[in-house]
């Protein structure tokens, strides 16, 4: 089992930053994946950004140039810098760690930190 802990949400006016963390602890592989995904009210989840633990990352398409996702392996901790942050940003925010064991993967999700950017 892997216990992932968030922080850092809250509420900001359009343009402002937020930055997030997510701490993971537990029965944890040395290939892994981190991320984070919003789920806005009335919408499915969907990805933001994820980081490998040799530090490949991966954006959607709209946070390119504002977010910035970053890990320290050491202390199995992802950050995602928000910056020019816009009320669509608003949602629930998950933090994401994937671990895979030779055929199998293994998922685990925080509880969410709420992100409201006002306009």
């Known amino acids: 089992q892997v216990q992932l802990v968030e922080s850092g949400g809250g509420l900001v006016q359009a343009g402002g930053s937020l930055r997030l963390s997510c701490a993971a602890s537990g029965n944890i592989f040395s290939i892994n994946t981190m991320g984070w995904y919003r789920q806005a009210a009335g919408k499915q989840r969907e990805l933001v950004a994820t980081?490998?633990?040799?530090?490949?990352?991966n954006y959607e398409d709209s946070v390119k140039g504002r977010f910035t996702i970053s890990r320290d392996n050491a202390r199995n901790t992802v950050y995602l810098q928000m910056n020019n942050l816009k009320p669509e940003n608003t949602g629930v925010y998950y933090c994401n760690f994937r671990q895979r064991a030779i055929t199998t993967t293994y998922e685990y999700w925080g509880q969410g930190t709420q992100v409201t950017v006002s306009s």
């Open positions: 980081i490998t633990r040799s530090g490949t990352t």
